[in-house]
């Protein structure tokens, strides 16, 4: 007991002599009149000590004392009951009848502050994380505690590590600062700032962020994720990239646990596999579980190309899955017996209002499906076409893509083609119940129709000059096109005809019945259709 004393006075004196001028925290503020004094419960030995007008009381040994509701332990304790301060060493634990508990090897206390100055081996934990460091400064009175030479905080399997950082108890809110990591199982989150709730493991960014899960990688300056929830908010248009996609939007929200999303504000999807589309609009919402895009607010679609893209907006569109569709589904391919990837599972419907535009083809229709297996679009309700000159309607159109490019149209009943002649108010006009039209890189060659089959072609000569009208019904009727102007007309089966005169022809039957030209209805552009206006 003797040794014990004889080395607690050398540690005192020791003490003494090396903060009496230079103390941590300044051990000479002034005592609040408010401020409880550090009472001494419980030790195994102890020594009242005098020193320069300084009381203190020397305590060895499972050492207890409190100040207010606060507790604190060591092995050893020096407690100044002049100054209402304290040093301790070894096993140091602080407690402020709560939740929140500090430990370390070394401890300054200053009572009339309440201020703790915690040194070597230093962990805090409020019952949810633990937070390690090797020098922590802690505030009782507000809990609050910083570090500046790096910390750690660990939850269950989330870690996260910095530089410096505060911890505030009341809130149970850690800000990091400087090299911050975040580590769990899912996800590893890298930035310059971060504040974590161990509670609620809600994390705030604000700061230039970087979340990386698996393939994926999301960068934000602005937003929230929610660790145990897997939910998260980010603004000040953010992205993602993943190995398949990138998106990019004023505002994002996600919900990894159900792998869903959505995207406000300027978004726009890029694909990065061989389907290469791009989908934008003013709001998406994502399924990644069952590769479900579904856009609204001014949606577009862009079907990229090399020369050619091909733009389709409406008021709603929908992308999912081929296999989980909930109605039969059929290939669509003409008689030629196309070879189709059937391998590509997605498909796109378009809803209302669908306007088409590429440079040599546009279309407008009511609704829209386009699957990638069979590279079919298919187009329903009062569906129309122009290419060039030309303008293909009926109730139903199918177009058959080759390499993303329109290759063939089929037509399903009330087939009606028209051609414009020259730059004249004049047109050709092919009817039919069915009609079938090939394209050659964007530009009409070929057309048939079959079925009660009418035509009335303007004939001319050399100069272009009008020789005649020529109205015919056949079985079937095929015209050629070069350069998108008929070249050649070939009737087939059950001809009747004639022609006759332009002068001499009422203009009564200069068209077919059901003859519309409907040309103010063209997308004339590609910002055309993107305008809610048009």
């Not at 092995?75 to 301790?88: H, P, R």
């Not at 992205?239 to 505002?251: K, L, V």
């Not at 050659?440 to 009008?466: H, P, V, W």
């Not at 007309?489 to 001809?495: A, E, G, K």
């Amino acid at each position: 007991m003797k040794q014990i004393g004889y080395t607690l006075l050398f540690i005192f004196s020791f003490v003494l002599n090396t903060n009496a001028q230079n103390t941590i925290g300044g051990s000479n503020a002034p005592i609040d009149s408010n401020t409880k004094l550090i009472e001494f419960l419980s030790a195994e030995t102890y020594n009242v000590k005098k020193k320069d007008s300084m009381d203190f009381l020397i305590l060895v040994g499972h050492v207890k004392i409190r100040q207010g509701k606060t507790l604190l332990f060591g092995d050893s304790l020096i407690l100044n009951t002049t100054l209402n301060s304290l040093e301790g060493f070894g096993n140091i634990h602080i407690n402020d009848a709560d939740s929140v508990h500090t430990y370390s090897d070394y401890l300054k206390y200053m009572g009339n502050v309440k201020k703790a100055y915690l040194r070597k081996h230093v962990k805090l934990t409020d019952g949810k994380g633990v937070l390690t460091t090797d020098s922590l400064d802690y505030d009782v009175s507000v809990k609050i505690g910083n570090f500046k030479k790096g910390g750690k905080l660990v939850r269950n399997k989330t870690t996260l590590t910095s530089t410096e950082g505060f911890y505030y108890g009341v809130t149970r809110d850690a800000i990091f600062r400087k090299k911050v990591e975040l580590k769990d199982p899912e996800s590893q989150i890298i930035t310059d700032t971060l504040e974590y709730n161990t509670y609620s493991q809600l994390t705030n960014f604000i700061s230039p962020t970087k979340i990386i899960s698996k393939s994926r990688v999301i960068r934000t300056k602005n937003g929230n994720y929610n660790v145990g929830t897997r939910k998260g908010y980010l603004y000040e248009r953010s992205s993602i990239d993943d190995s398949t996609y990138t998106f990019i939007a004023d505002e994002m929200a996600i919900d990894d646990s159900l792998g869903l999303g959505e995207f406000r504000g300027n978004a726009v999807y890029k694909s990065k596999d061989s389907l290469s589309f791009d989908l934008m609009a003013n709001n998406i919402k994502t399924n990644r579980i069952k590769n479900i895009l579904l856009a609204t607010e001014l949606p577009t679609l862009l079907i990229k190309q090399k020369k050619d893209t091909l733009y389709i907006t409406a008021d709603t569109l929908y992308s999912a899955k081929v296999t989980d569709l909930n109605r039969p589904f059929v290939l669509a391919r003409d008689s030629t017996g196309k070879t189709t990837d059937t391998t590509l599972n997605k498909y796109f419907e378009a809803f209302h209002n669908v306007k088409i535009y590429s440079d040599s083809l546009q279309a407008k229709c009511d609704s829209l499906f386009y699957s990638l297996s069979d590279s079919t679009i298919r187009l329903f309700n009062k569906p129309i076409i122009w290419s060039n000159n030309n303008q293909i309607t009926g109730d139903t159109i199918y177009m058959f893509l080759n390499n993303k490019k329109p290759e063939q149209l089929l037509v399903f009943d009330n087939a009606f083609a028209l051609s414009k002649v020259d730059t004249t108010k004049y047109f050709n006009q092919l009817k039919g119940i069915r009609l079938n039209a090939w394209f050659e890189d964007g530009a009409l060659t070929k057309m048939r129709t079959k079925g009660s089959a009418e035509n009335i072609y303007f004939a001319l000569d050399s100069k272009k000059d009008f020789i005649g009208i020529n109205k015919s019904s056949a079985q079937i009727i095929e015209i050629d096109f070069e350069n998108s102007e008929v070249s050649k007309v070939i009737f087939i089966n059950q001809l009747t005809g004639r022609m006759s005169p332009m002068g001499q022809t009422p203009l009564s039957q200069f068209t077919i019945k059901g003859f519309k030209w409907l040309e103010d209805q063209r997308p004339k552009t590609k910002y055309a259709i993107l305008s809610p206006k048009n």
